[in-house]
């Protein structure tokens, strides 16, 4: 059973900083791309950042010099830096793997965590 738990969310104050992890484990052959979303109340679920197998990441433009997403591909983990945090970063933050898992190596899988709330505090 392949799972993807997140964890490191919590309170803040604005202006503070957290740190997401997110570990994946279960029977998997290897992990592509991994992925930071976020969900605001009442609002729809919005990508983040996204790192992938190569190291190569993407930031959405409202988080940009603020989060670092990195990755340790020995633990199959991703992070998730948080700095300088706003009351507009509110929300549940979900992380998502494209996995490839043993007997069906001819397909990618995406999987997604149970999130994990951040609540920045004016």
């Known amino acids: 059973q392949v799972q993807l738990v997140e964890s490191g969310g919590g309170l803040v104050q604005a202006g503070g900083s957290l740190r997401l992890s997110c570990a994946a484990s279960?029977?998997?052959?290897?992990?592509?791309?991994m992925d930071w979303y976020r969900q605001a109340s009442g609002k729809q679920r919005e990508s983040v950042a996204r790192?992938?197998?190569?190291?190569?990441?993407r930031y959405a433009d409202s988080v940009k010099g603020r989060f670092t997403i990195s990755r340790d591909s020995a633990k199959n983990t991703v992070y998730l830096q948080m700095n300088g945090l706003k009351p507009e970063d509110t929300g549940v933050y979900y992380c998502?793997?494209?996995?490839?898992?043993?007997?069906?190596?001819?397909?990618?899988?995406?999987?997604w965590g149970q999130g994990t709330q951040v609540t920045v505090s004016s």
């Open positions: 790192i992938t197998s190569g190291g190569s990441t």
């Open positions: 279960g029977s998997i052959l290897s992990i592509n791309a």
């Open positions: 998502n793997a494209d996995l490839v898992l043993p007997g069906a190596s001819w397909k990618v899988q995406r999987y």
